[in-house]
């Protein structure tokens, strides 16, 4: 039997290098876009692509994805810092323009990473003829050391996508799990969202006392025009977390009832009704380690 493989992906490179397409192109009707709000302190999450056989989270890098004054915020350490957290790095340069400062900034940022996987892309393979996309190909040789792999893509035209896919789950560890199961990632991302909105209340508020074994389930969710009503569990792994989250007369559950409640309310715009339940279930999911790897890291509270 196979093992399932999954990991932690972000496409970096200059504004306008088509990293947006890329993803949505990766992602396809699959993509489901956690917005800002519910994602504070942590890699925001811009897509899932979930297969049998692997689960791509596709993270962005605050300051590298977005950014206009990119390189300013990508000096910043959390842009560092979710750079070491994800499994590949892809990184992006247009078949079309010149290596620029921005791109050597980015590079010499990448040579120092030696604890990830790194894919160079050159994007919009498309718009150059084969002549330029050869001398393209050529001038990035020089860096090929700096990177495991390299690959001529076009999104519009579908050139190297699958193949993209394929290097990257190459890439990948054998983990033999999802990160986040389908079902809340297709057709439902209220769900995927209100879930993680939860999650993190719970980790700022108790999450220095518990580890960070801790699950959200949704057990009912019912959305009008005008309001939200939840029903969710906190799954801890022992009994004495479970008192911990509750907290002395109930005062810690109130603070992440309250907290969790404020951000749905305004990531939806809805009144929100809000029950949480904590249970015990043992083992839920043997891996800490995990749950850091999703972002939940305790040293940036
Ligand atoms: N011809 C061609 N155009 C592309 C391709 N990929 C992206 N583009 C175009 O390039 C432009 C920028 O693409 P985006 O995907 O928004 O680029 P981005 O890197 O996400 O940009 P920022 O959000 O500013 O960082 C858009 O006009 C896209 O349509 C491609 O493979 N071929």
Redesign the pocket.
């Known amino acids: 039997m196979s093992t399932i493989k999954s990991g932690f992906i972000s ?1 970096v ?13 990766i992602i396809g009707h699959k993509i489901s876009i956690v917005t800002n709000k519910a994602q504070t302190t942590r890699n925001n999450i811009r897509g899932i692509l979930t297969e049998p056989e692997y689960q791509l989270v596709f993270v962005d890098t605050p300051g ?5 004054n ?1 390189i300013d915020r990508f000096m910043n350490s959390s842009a560092m810092r979710s750079m070491k957290e994800v499994d590949v790095v892809v990184f ?1 340069a ?1 078949a079309d323009e010149t290596i620029g400062k921005n791109d050597l900034f980015i590079l010499n940022e990448l040579s120092k990473k030696t604890d990830v996987k790194k894919i160079l892309v050159i ?5 150059v003829n084969k002549e330029k996309l050869f001398l393209k190909a050529n001038e990035w040789s020089t860096y090929q050391d700096i990177f495991d792999e390299i690959i001529i ?5 579908n ?1 190297n996508i699958d193949k993209l896919i394929e290097t990257i789950v190459g890439f990948l560890p054998e983990t033999g799990h999802y990160f986040y199961d389908e079902e809340s990632i297709t057709d439902q991302p209220n769900r995927f969202a209100i879930r993680e909105i939860i999650r993190e209340s719970v980790l700022l508020k108790a999450g220095q006392e518990v580890p960070h074994a801790v699950a959200i389930l949704i057990d009912e969710l019912e959305e009008t025009d005008e309001e939200i009503n939840v029903v969710a569990s906190i799954i801890v792994e022992r009994k004495s977390q479970k008192g911990i989250i509750i907290g002395k007369q109930g005062k810690k559950i109130s603070d992440i009832k309250y907290k969790s409640k404020k951000q749905i309310k305004e990531l939806f715009d809805k009144n929100v009704n809000l029950e949480l339940f904590v249970k015990v279930q043992e083992n839920w999911r043997n891996s800490a380690s995990l749950i850091k790897k999703m972002g939940y890291d305790k040293d940036k509270y």
């Open positions: 496409i490179g200059r504004p306008n290098v088509g990293k947006s397409t890329l993803l949505n192109k590298i994805h977005t950014s206009k990119q992006m247009p994007s919009k393979a498309d718009i893509a076009s999104s519009t035209e050139i």
